[in-house]
């Protein structure tokens, strides 16, 4: 398997602009969170899915912030519209639901910049 | 928030045992202690995770005290690739349907030299 795939890479964009970021988990995950990650606050959980299903999203900040996910196969995080302080590495990850050790896999994350 | 304290920061020599400490002293009877790393510019990487015993696999070693109240990460010979920030953490154990939170603390930034 190839892990959960992230892209873009890397982002960068002027303030104002929409920008959406995927994810893709790894095939038979029944869990997917999105984390953010600055140097001020650290590795932040927004949201986390179960069965494609948000089941919290008590760390998105703000109404900008949306996340969705439309099969097991694919999740978005979108900001709309972007602030210069939503730069950072947003990173995905995904779980097995049973496993006993519940493993989180991280992707190699997508580094934001907004100007 | 992070129910756990770790040190900012270590210095380790290469080949050399790494012994990373953590407390959690308000630690509840079923929250397990895991620990992540994070090489820099990656997304974490779970590490190994225990109750009340301790456990070896083949990245490391952990050691929980028999009050539960703190525990060591142990790398018994570490290499240059294991510079990287270490997170402890400590989380209820869902074993079926569920999923609980990660919350990731300040970790402590290890440095291995060579």
């Known amino acids: 398997d190839a892990g959960v795939i992230q892209s873009p890479r890397h982002e960068v964009t002027e303030m104002g602009q929409e920008v959406t970021l995927r994810c893709k988990p790894i095939s038979g995950h029944d869990y997917l969170f999105w984390y953010r990650q600055t140097m001020m606050r650290g590795l932040e959980l927004l949201i986390y899915?179960?069965?494609?299903?948000?089941?919290?999203d008590s760390g998105m900040p703000e109404d900008r912030f949306s996340a969705k996910m439309p099969n097991a196969s694919f999740s978005t995080l979108k900001i709309q519209p972007s602030e210069p302080r939503d730069s950072a590495v947003y990173f995905c990850?995904?779980?097995?639901?049973?496993?006993?050790?519940?493993?989180?896999?991280f992707g190699p994350g997508t580094r934001l910049t907004v100007l | 928030d992070a129910k756990t304290t770790q040190p900012t920061s270590m210095d380790c020599a290469e080949g050399r045992a790494a012994n990373l400490p953590c407390n959690h002293s308000t630690i509840s009877g079923n929250e397990y202690v895991y620990w992540y790393r994070q090489i820099h510019s990656q997304g974490p990487q779970y590490i190994i995770h225990g109750l009340k015993n301790n456990e070896t696999n083949e990245m490391a070693s952990l050691i929980i005290t028999e009050d539960r109240k703190s525990s060591t990460l142990i790398l018994p010979h570490a290499t240059l690739r294991d510079t990287a920030v270490y997170y402890c953490?400590?989380?209820?154990?869902?074993?079926?349907?569920?999923?609980?939170?990660?919350?990731f603390g300040k970790g402590t930034k290890l440095t291995v030299n060579p």
């Open positions: 899915f179960n069965n494609n299903v948000p089941i919290d």
């Open positions: 990850a995904s779980s097995l639901a049973l496993a006993v050790y519940n493993e989180q896999f």
């Open positions: 953490i400590v989380r209820v154990e869902v074993i079926q349907g569920g999923s609980e939170k990660l919350v």
